[in-house]
Protein backbone atom coordinates (compact mmCIF):
# COMPACT_ATOMS: atom_id res chain seq x y z
CA UNK A 1 0.00 0.00 0.00
CA UNK A 2 0.83 3.99 -0.25
CA UNK A 3 0.70 6.51 2.78
CA UNK A 4 -0.27 9.73 1.32
CA UNK A 5 0.52 13.20 3.53
CA UNK A 6 -0.75 16.39 2.05
CA UNK A 7 0.90 19.78 3.17
CA UNK A 8 0.89 23.49 1.86
CA UNK A 9 -2.70 24.66 2.48
CA UNK A 10 -3.71 27.76 4.53
CA UNK A 11 -5.71 30.82 4.65
CA UNK A 12 -5.55 33.41 1.64
CA UNK A 13 -7.66 35.84 0.45
CA UNK A 14 -9.57 36.09 -2.85
CA UNK A 15 -7.28 36.33 -6.06
CA UNK A 16 -4.18 34.30 -3.90
CA UNK A 17 -2.27 31.27 -4.61
CA UNK A 18 -1.26 28.24 -2.97
CA UNK A 19 0.92 25.42 -3.48
CA UNK A 20 -0.56 22.19 -2.05
CA UNK A 21 1.81 18.79 -1.55
CA UNK A 22 1.15 15.62 -1.17
CA UNK A 23 4.01 13.03 -0.40
CA UNK A 24 3.83 9.37 -0.91
CA UNK A 25 5.55 6.69 0.59
CA UNK A 26 7.11 3.74 -0.94
CA UNK A 27 8.88 2.74 -3.86
CA UNK A 28 6.28 2.54 -6.33
CA UNK A 29 5.00 5.95 -6.74
CA UNK A 30 5.41 6.17 -9.94
CA UNK A 31 3.19 3.05 -10.64
CA UNK A 32 0.18 5.20 -9.52
CA UNK A 33 -1.86 7.60 -11.46
CA UNK A 34 -2.99 10.16 -8.59
CA UNK A 35 -5.58 12.79 -8.36
CA UNK A 36 -6.66 15.79 -5.88
CA UNK A 37 -10.36 16.32 -4.46
CA UNK A 38 -12.07 18.75 -2.27
CA UNK A 39 -14.75 18.30 0.00
CA UNK A 40 -16.27 21.73 1.52
CA UNK A 41 -18.64 21.40 4.33
CA UNK A 42 -22.11 20.14 3.27
CA UNK A 43 -21.17 19.59 0.26
CA UNK A 44 -20.15 16.05 -1.72
CA UNK A 45 -16.66 15.16 -2.56
CA UNK A 46 -15.15 17.02 -5.73
CA UNK A 47 -12.80 16.00 -8.34
CA UNK A 48 -10.45 18.97 -8.98
CA UNK A 49 -7.79 16.94 -11.15
CA UNK A 50 -5.52 14.10 -11.96
CA UNK A 51 -2.44 13.12 -13.27
CA UNK A 52 -0.67 9.69 -15.45
CA UNK A 53 1.02 8.14 -13.77
CA UNK A 54 4.49 9.63 -16.17
CA UNK A 55 2.28 12.88 -16.37
CA UNK A 56 2.11 12.57 -20.02
CA UNK A 57 -1.56 13.44 -19.23
CA UNK A 58 -3.56 15.36 -16.91
CA UNK A 59 -6.96 16.21 -16.47
CA UNK A 60 -9.11 18.76 -14.65
CA UNK A 61 -12.65 19.75 -13.73
CA UNK A 62 -13.94 22.42 -16.12
CA UNK A 63 -14.45 25.28 -13.24
CA UNK A 64 -10.69 24.44 -12.28
CA UNK A 65 -9.29 24.68 -15.57
CA UNK A 66 -6.68 28.08 -16.25
CA UNK A 67 -6.64 28.10 -12.36
CA UNK A 68 -5.30 25.01 -11.35
CA UNK A 69 -1.92 22.80 -11.87
CA UNK A 70 -1.70 19.32 -11.40
CA UNK A 71 2.28 18.15 -11.54
CA UNK A 72 4.65 15.05 -10.16
CA UNK A 73 8.03 14.76 -9.24
CA UNK A 74 8.15 10.92 -9.65
CA UNK A 75 12.39 10.97 -8.04
CA UNK A 76 10.38 12.77 -4.76
CA UNK A 77 7.37 10.57 -4.93
CA UNK A 78 5.38 13.81 -4.67
CA UNK A 79 2.41 15.05 -6.43
CA UNK A 80 1.51 18.78 -6.11
CA UNK A 81 -1.31 21.08 -7.12
CA UNK A 82 -0.77 24.45 -8.17
CA UNK A 83 -3.61 26.98 -7.06
CA UNK A 84 -4.21 30.01 -8.30
CA UNK A 85 -6.69 33.12 -9.26
CA UNK A 86 -8.03 31.36 -5.45
CA UNK A 87 -11.92 32.16 -4.55
CA UNK A 88 -14.27 31.97 -1.73
CA UNK A 89 -15.72 29.19 -3.20
CA UNK A 90 -12.37 27.57 -3.45
CA UNK A 91 -12.89 26.91 0.24
CA UNK A 92 -12.34 23.04 1.04
CA UNK A 93 -10.38 20.20 2.48
CA UNK A 94 -8.20 19.05 -0.19
CA UNK A 95 -7.26 15.40 -0.55
CA UNK A 96 -4.89 13.46 -2.80
CA UNK A 97 -5.22 10.13 -4.05
CA UNK A 98 -3.73 7.27 -5.47
CA UNK A 99 -5.31 4.84 -8.38
CA UNK A 100 -4.27 1.45 -9.44
CA UNK A 101 -6.02 1.41 -12.49
CA UNK A 102 -4.04 0.41 -15.76
CA UNK A 103 -4.66 2.93 -18.28
CA UNK A 104 -7.26 5.06 -17.72
CA UNK A 105 -7.03 7.94 -15.46
CA UNK A 106 -9.98 7.85 -13.38
CA UNK A 107 -12.15 10.99 -12.84
CA UNK A 108 -13.84 9.59 -10.13
CA UNK A 109 -13.10 9.05 -6.03
CA UNK A 110 -14.39 5.30 -6.36
CA UNK A 111 -11.75 5.34 -8.85
CA UNK A 112 -8.51 5.87 -5.90
CA UNK A 113 -7.90 3.29 -3.52
CA UNK A 114 -5.24 4.92 -1.43
CA UNK A 115 -5.83 8.63 0.31
CA UNK A 116 -4.55 11.56 1.95
CA UNK A 117 -6.34 12.97 5.35
CA UNK A 118 -6.61 16.43 3.82
CA UNK A 119 -5.39 19.80 4.25
CA UNK A 120 -7.59 22.64 4.99
CA UNK A 121 -7.21 25.68 1.92
CA UNK A 122 -9.64 28.30 3.46
CA UNK A 123 -10.25 31.89 0.88
CA UNK A 124 -11.44 34.96 2.47
CA UNK A 125 -13.03 37.39 0.33
Known amino acids: QVQLVESGGGLVQAGGSLRLSCAAS????????MGWFRQAPGKGREFVAA????????YYADSMKGRFTISRDNAKNTVFLQLNSLKPEDTAVYSC??????????????????WGQGTQVTVSS
Open 26 to 33: GRTFSNYH
Open 51 to 58: ISRSADRT
Open 97 to 114: AASTFDRVVPMHRTGYDY
